[in-house]
């Protein structure tokens, strides 16, 4: 019996706590904005509104001019116009309005906006954005034993930023 004793309180679990929780983090960094150029044409498009008139386009009533989509009627990828739309008052003597659009498409361009820092030069169109980019400088970050971070920045230009974090963690349960 003397035997089986040690096995018998091997048995029985006994409590241990160990939640020990330990973390060091240190984040030094340095971001510039890119160079990004976009580009957007601009459709063509005809809109005709109004009151006690009648539109006649192509000698027919209730027909305004049209764009021509086909490959002969575009011109450095802008449709001309088939037809002009002429009005016609449907009452004599009572008022009358009209309001005729033509939104003319973007041709084609060869005028290009040029972007530094390996962005390629796109077309000048209705609608373009152009980022120049982030100008960094001279960046140099130390971070020494006692987690103490440091940043030297000089010439540092728009687009870019800076960030330094330390974060030191400890728990005991």
Excluded: C, W
């Excluded at 971001?31 to 809109?47: F, K």
Aim: net charge negative; glycine share 10%; hydrophobic share 40%.
């Amino acid at each position: 019996m003397k035997k089986f004793l040690p096995l018998i309180l091997l048995a029985f679990p006994t409590a241990s706590f160990a939640d020990i929780t330990h973390s060091i983090q240190s984040v030094a960094s340095v971001t510039t904005v890119a160079a990004s150029a976009t580009s957007e044409r601009i459709a063509a498009s005809i809109s005709v509104a109004g009151t006690n008139v009648t539109p006649k386009a192509n000698d027919t009533a209730g027909l305004i001019g049209s764009l021509d989509l086909a490959d002969d009627g575009i011109t450095n990828g802008v449709p001309t116009v088939d037809y002009d739309t002429s009005f016609t008052v449907v009452n004599t003597g009572d008022a009358f309005s009209v309001s005729e659009t033509y939104l003319q498409a973007d041709s084609t361009s060869t005028t290009a906006s040029t972007v530094a820092n390996g962005v390629a030069a796109l077309p000048l169109l209705g609608t373009y954005t152009v980022v120049s980019g982030g100008d960094p400088g001279s960046v140099a970050i130390t971070l020494d034993s006692g987690q103490g971070l440091t940043v030297n920045l000089s010439d540092m230009g728009a687009g870019t930023t800076a960030t330094l974090q330390s974060t030191i963690t400890l728990g005991l349960d």
